[in-house]
Each structure stands twice: as structure tokens, then as C-alpha cells.
């Protein structure tokens, strides 16, 4: 028997707010390694600057009020309470859109891409290209998180979403779209669930572990390879500590939001594309909003479980299986993972749109949500009489 839905507001109580304040107002600072700033992790002068406008400036009731103005809901499902955004679609003929963000984001990554893909004749664009977008928060994360829980890795997270679609809402078809974990997810929706998926739009791509390196690269192919070599060898200390250690993590960032706060902006430094402060591609309050969700509902523990899994599970992509519906590709120049389409040719079969975007991140509907939208229209447009 398929849960029914019911209407969700988000509301945190008042005291939650001031026991926020109170222990930001009572952090205690490491010193500044000797060196340039951010070099060693998150820049000492950047965090307090951060943490004086969360503790004085930072209005959580507005970003309430933000999520509050799309319409949410939560259905018990696959023992857990899941939460999302159905937000619908403003043209003749809005098609369905799953919509899936990653770590450490959360649903604030869409606020601002929301009425873009749901109401494209208000920004200057076609009403045909309209979408009724669901954006869940992934199991585990911000409001789909519950203390004591099952824990999802990227295969039941596919799962879990593919009901929502089809038994929950009734969407028989549909698109999807992802970044991060939302794009591995994305991706093994299109592997277990294929019948049901349209096409899938990413902006990070999944690479097969068991897929050979080219035995004379391409100097693109060359160049992707130097970069992952750097990437697994100076950024992935976040992987291996999540992946492995992940209660022990948890205690310190659930109890003190300055080592939250820092834990997870030096990632929005890392991975935008930004001038030296990540503000410049992500606005503050839209950072905070998104760490403050980590930090009401006690999450961060349970996001890192996909970390986990990817380590000590079974790979959600079989070794040697291909992705074969339609995908589309948003190239950010400062996105993580950046391969060559001849690499990402081995594992997706049938890419569509391939697009060298000029400016955005790792954080792609925060960094450049007009860009995206654009894209993930043009994407599914030729698409849209599969579903």
C-alpha cells in the first residue's frame, strides 16, 4: 500500500536558534597555521568573519521563509520520512523533473533554480520548456533525517526515489538531474530503473572504477589524468574520513557548529568558482542557510553514510555495465571531476549535449543557476515526447 503525502512547513523552535548563538558565541579558535590562507584547511580570519555574521547578522527566519514559499511535503517510504519539493510546472505541458542535490549541499542549492525550470516565460524563455520538478532531500540528509534511522547508500537511494516517482506521485516517465551524489544517483536510477528514465542531466560525471585508462592519451585525456592524480592525492582527506570513520567525525560536528561551519565551507572554497572567497560564487546567507540545515536537524553523521557504502558496498554500476538512455552533460570549468567525452563515452553510451560552460563550480544551481536551467532545457526538449 503506497503512503499518502502530507504538506510540510519547515519550522525550527526558537530555542534552537538561540542555542546556536549561545555556542557560536563561546568558540573556541585553533590558531592560524603559518602559510598562505586556506593552504591547510579553512582560512582562520575568513571563519570568524563567518561565524560573526551567523551569530549576529544571519536571519534563519528568512531562509525559512524561502524554502517555505515552494510547496513541500513528506511520505513515509522505505522505513524512513521522506521529504521533498513538488513544485509545479507554469507551461502547456510541464514534464516531470527529478531534481537531486549532493554533500555537503542540501534542497537550499535550488531556491534559486526552482522558478527558472518551472516558470521559464517569467525569466525570458518558452513555457513549453516548463518542468513540475520533485526535489527530495536525499535520505540521511537535512529534513529526510531522522535520529536512529536506515541508513542509504546511492542504490537505495535510486530505489527509493524511482518509488516516490512512480508509485508515490504517479510520473510513469520521467527526467532527472544531478550533481555530486545526485548525479551518481541520477546515474544508477538510469541503470536500475531505465524503463522509467527519460533522459538524465548532469554536471558531475560517474566513471566506471573497473574502466582502463587510455594507453595513449589524448593531451585532454592527459590533462584529466593529471588532474585526478592531484585530486586523489591533496583532496580526498574528507573521502577517507567519511568513508571510514564516520561516527567518530560525527561527534565533533554535531556538537560545535564552528567545526561544522568549517568543515564544510572549505569545501564551497575548493570546489566554486570564486576569486579567493568563496562568497563571490556563493552568497553568504545562501551558504549559511544550507550549513544551518546541517546544523538544526543533527544530520551531518548521516550524510556521510554514501561515503561509506561507496567503500565497504557493492558499486550501485555494476563493473563493465554501460549507461545507455540519453544523457546531457553540463561541463563547469571548476567542477571536481572534469574527463574528456571520450573518456566519459565508455560509460555513457548515448550523450546527447555536451556543454563547455563558461563560468560555475562544483555547486552548479547555486554558482550559475541560469546557466544550468538554460541547459537542462535544451537538454530534454528533443526528449519531452518520451514523457
Same mark, same amino acid.
Given at each position: 500500500?503506497?503512503? *499518502?503525502?502530507? %504538506?510540510?512547513?519547515?519550522? +525550527?523552535?526558537? @530555542?534552537?536558534? !538561540? /542555542?546556536?548563538?549561545?555556542? $557560536? ?118 529534513? *529526510?533525517?531522522? %535520529?536512529?534511522?536506515?541508513? +542509504?547508500?546511492? @542504490?537505495?537511494? !535510486? /530505489?527509493?526515489?524511482?518509488? $516516490? ?223
Amino acid at each position: 500500500m503506497t503512503s *499518502s503525502p502530507a %504538506p510540510f512547513t519547515l519550522h +525550527f523552535p526558537d @530555542a534552537d536558534i !538561540a /542555542d546556536l548563538r549561545d555556542r $557560536l558565541a563561546r568558540t573556541r579558535f585553533p590558531d592560524q597555521t603559518p602559510g598562505a590562507p586556506w593552504a591547510y584547511g579553512t582560512d582562520l580570519g575568513y571563519l570568524r568573519r563567518l561565524l560573526a555574521h551567523w551569530q549576529s547578522g544571519f536571519d534563519w527566519r528568512a531562509q525559512e521563509a524561502r524554502l517555505n514559499a515552494f510547496a513541500q511535503f513528506k511520505v513515509p517510504m522505505h522505513g524512513i520520512d521522506l521529504h521533498y519539493l513538488h513544485v509545479q510546472g507554469k507551461g502547456p505541458d510541464p514534464k516531470p523533473l527529478l531534481l537531486l542535490h549532493g554533500w555537503p549541499g542540501s534542497v537550499f542549492e535550488f531556491i534559486d533554480i526552482l522558478p527558472r525550470l518551472t516558470d521559464p516565460a517569467r525569466f525570458g524563455g518558452d513555457a513549453a520548456d516548463a518542468f513540475t520538478v520533485i526535489a527530495p532531500s536525499l535520505p540521511g540528509y537535512g529534513l *529526510s533525517f531522522q %535520529p536512529g534511522q536506515e541508513r +542509504f547508500g546511492i @542504490a537505495e537511494m !535510486a /530505489d527509493a526515489f524511482s518509488d $516516490l516517482m512512480t508509485q508515490v506521485l504517479g510520473y510513469p516517465r520521467y527526467g532527472v538531474q544531478g550533481g555530486d551524489w545526485g548525479a551518481f544517483t541520477a546515474t544508477s536510477m538510469a541503470v536500475r530503473r531505465a524503463e522509467q528514465v527519460a533522459g538524465i542531466h548532469l554536471n558531475l560525471l560517474y566513471i566506471r572504477p573497473d574502466q582502463p585508462p587510455p594507453a595513449n592519451p589524448t593531451p585532454d585525456e592527459a590533462r584529466y589524468q593529471a588532474e585526478m592524480t592531484e585530486f586523489l592525492r591533496e583532496e580526498t582527506g574528507y573521502q577517507w574520513i567519511q568513508g571510514t570513520r564516520p561516527q567518530t567525525l560525527a561527534y565533533g560536528l554535531t556538537d560545535s557548529p564552528a567545526g561544522l561551519a568549517a568543515w564544510i565551507v572549505e569545501k564551497f572554497y575548493a570546489w566554486t568558482d570564486n576569486d579567493g572567497d568563496p562568497e563571490s560564487a556563493v552568497a553568504r546567507d545562501t551558504l549559511l542557510a544550507d550549513i544551518s540545515l546541517y546544523w538544526f536537524t543533527g544530520a551531518i553523521g548521516s550524510s556521510f553514510w554514501p561515503y561509506y557504502a561507496r567503500l565497504h558496498a557493492p558499486s550501485p554500476i555494476p563493473p563493465g555495465r554501460t549507461i545507455d538512455v540519453p544523457m546531457g552533460y553540463a561541463a563547469f570549468p571548476r567542477e571536481i571531476r572534469r574527463p574528456p567525452r571520450s573518456i566519459a563515452g565508455q560509460t555513457y553510451t548515448d550523450i546527447r549535449q555536451w556543454t563547455a560552460m563558461a563560468k560555475g563550480g562544483h555547486f552548479a544551481a547555486m554558482e550559475q543557476p541560469e546557466a544550468l536551467a538554460r541547459d537542462v532545457q535544451a537538454f530534454f526538449r528533443p526528449l519531452r515526447g518520451g514523457f
